[in-house]
């Protein structure tokens, strides 16, 4: 089983309809990440976390929000989807007692939105 | 300054072939850097840690200069698997310290 699961894998949906994807991770780390991928331009971050209790924005972060359910769990919304957010999103986990250490990533999620 | 600055590639290499990528990063203060590596539409996935003193793993050996602020990563002996993108990563300095900067990539195709 993938330590970082994100769901659904694949989503295809309009403009002005709202979407959730979830991140959910057996690593047991604290901190989690939001991250979309555009052709050209690399990651870059939208939203992350680094307990419950803890949500910032990251560098993209107009458009989305998040959800952070439990410490295994963090969820990103497009509140009304618009075409220019079609991307591959990537969530991400790294461990608080390493905070130097590398960030771990799920599989993605491929969104088009039409 | 780009904050992560990568060559785009491609690097079209035969399989044998000894190849290098160099990265520059504009942050003098940053703290750990990374080389993952990406598959075409895939995710993102830890190929090494870069340490000041340089480490070496079987056939991809990374160094850092500080000084200069750059990153390099060599594969010796390519293999035909060796084919992907590869991000330069720089952990960020301060408020924001638990975020990765990372470079849009270097291509690597090894042909037969």
């Known amino acids: 089983d993938a330590d970082v699961t994100q769901t659904p894998r694949n989503r295809i949906t309009k403009t002005g309809k709202r979407i959730m994807l979830e991140c959910s991770q057996t690593k047991g780390h604290d901190r989690m990440y939001w991250y979309r991928q555009d052709p050209g331009l690399g990651l870059r971050l939208i939203y992350y976390?680094?307990?419950?209790?803890?949500?910032n924005k990251g560098e993209i972060s107009d458009g989305y929000s998040v959800s952070r359910q439990a410490q295994a769990k963090f969820s990103l919304s497009l509140e009304s989807a618009i075409p220019n957010q079609t991307a591959l999103y990537f969530c991400a986990t790294s461990d608080r007692d390493r905070p130097l250490g590398p960030q771990h990533f799920g599989d993605g999620t491929r969104l088009s939105i039409l | 300054r780009k904050e992560v600055e990568q060559d785009p590639g491609p690097f079209n290499v035969p399989e044998g072939a000894t190849v290098a990528f160099n990265c520059t990063y504009s942050n003098s203060a940053s703290q750990s850097f990374f080389w993952y590596r990406q598959d075409c539409r895939k995710e993102p996935k830890l190929l090494m840690s870069v340490y000041s003193s340089g480490n070496e793993d079987g056939r991809f050996t990374a160094q850092l200069n500080r000084a200069s602020q750059y990153i390099s990563l060599l594969i010796r002996d390519s293999k035909l698997s060796d084919s992907a993108t590869y991000l330069c990563?720089?952990?960020?300095?301060?408020?924001?310290?638990?975020?990765?900067?990372f470079g849009k990539g270097t291509k690597l195709s090894v042909k037969p």
């Open positions: 976390s680094f307990d419950v209790k803890d949500i």
């Open positions: 990563v720089v952990r960020g300095y301060g408020g924001s310290q638990g975020n990765l900067i």
